[in-house]
Protein backbone atom coordinates (compact mmCIF):
# COMPACT_ATOMS: atom_id res chain seq x y z
CA UNK A 1 0.00 0.00 0.00
CA UNK A 2 1.34 3.38 -1.21
CA UNK A 3 0.05 5.61 2.07
CA UNK A 4 1.44 9.05 0.98
CA UNK A 5 -0.15 7.97 -2.60
CA UNK A 6 -3.21 7.43 -0.96
CA UNK A 7 -3.26 9.53 1.29
CA UNK A 8 -2.69 12.45 -1.52
CA UNK A 9 -5.97 10.99 -3.51
CA UNK A 10 -7.81 10.99 0.01
CA UNK A 11 -6.97 14.70 0.81
CA UNK A 12 -8.67 15.86 -2.38
CA UNK A 13 -12.12 14.05 -1.43
CA UNK A 14 -14.71 16.84 0.11
CA UNK A 15 -17.31 15.10 2.44
CA UNK A 16 -20.74 16.56 4.05
CA UNK A 17 -20.13 17.32 7.70
CA UNK A 18 -23.07 17.01 10.38
CA UNK A 19 -23.50 21.29 9.84
CA UNK A 20 -25.63 22.84 7.72
CA UNK A 21 -25.23 26.79 6.82
CA UNK A 22 -28.16 29.05 7.98
CA UNK A 23 -29.55 28.37 4.29
CA UNK A 24 -29.59 24.97 4.88
CA UNK A 25 -26.88 24.09 2.10
CA UNK A 26 -24.77 21.10 3.59
CA UNK A 27 -21.26 22.06 4.50
CA UNK A 28 -18.24 20.22 3.04
CA UNK A 29 -15.12 19.53 3.99
CA UNK A 30 -11.66 17.60 3.64
CA UNK A 31 -9.08 16.29 5.68
CA UNK A 32 -5.21 17.34 6.01
CA UNK A 33 -2.88 14.60 4.32
CA UNK A 34 -0.91 14.30 7.03
CA UNK A 35 -3.94 13.20 9.30
CA UNK A 36 -4.91 11.05 6.67
CA UNK A 37 -1.13 9.36 6.37
CA UNK A 38 -1.12 8.77 10.18
CA UNK A 39 -4.76 7.18 9.84
CA UNK A 40 -3.71 4.67 6.87
CA UNK A 41 -0.61 3.76 9.04
CA UNK A 42 -2.45 2.78 11.92
CA UNK A 43 -4.96 0.55 9.91
CA UNK A 44 -1.87 -1.02 8.29
CA UNK A 45 -0.13 -1.58 11.59
CA UNK A 46 -3.48 -3.14 12.76
CA UNK A 47 -4.02 -5.61 10.09
CA UNK A 48 -6.49 -3.26 7.29
CA UNK A 49 -5.39 -3.92 4.00
CA UNK A 50 -6.20 -2.03 1.06
CA UNK A 51 -6.41 -3.45 -2.52
CA UNK A 52 -6.66 -2.22 -5.95
CA UNK A 53 -8.38 -4.87 -8.55
CA UNK A 54 -11.32 -3.51 -10.37
CA UNK A 55 -12.58 -1.38 -7.73
CA UNK A 56 -10.89 -0.64 -4.53
CA UNK A 57 -11.23 -2.63 -1.63
CA UNK A 58 -10.72 -2.79 2.51
CA UNK A 59 -9.99 -6.24 3.61
CA UNK A 60 -10.30 -5.99 7.79
CA UNK A 61 -8.28 -8.52 10.04
CA UNK A 62 -11.32 -10.73 12.23
CA UNK A 63 -12.63 -9.28 14.82
CA UNK A 64 -11.50 -11.37 17.58
CA UNK A 65 -7.69 -10.83 16.18
CA UNK A 66 -7.86 -7.06 16.42
CA UNK A 67 -9.64 -7.39 20.04
CA UNK A 68 -6.82 -9.87 21.13
CA UNK A 69 -4.22 -7.67 20.41
CA UNK A 70 -5.42 -4.63 22.02
CA UNK A 71 -5.47 -7.14 25.63
CA UNK A 72 -1.83 -8.03 25.04
CA UNK A 73 0.48 -5.64 27.02
CA UNK A 74 3.26 -3.55 25.01
CA UNK A 75 6.57 -4.33 26.16
Known sequence: ?????????????????????????PCYQTLREGDIRGILVALHERGFMISRQSQAQ????????????????VT
Open 58 to 73: IESPPICAAQESERQP
Open 1 to 25: MNTAELASVIGTLRYETEYRFESGA
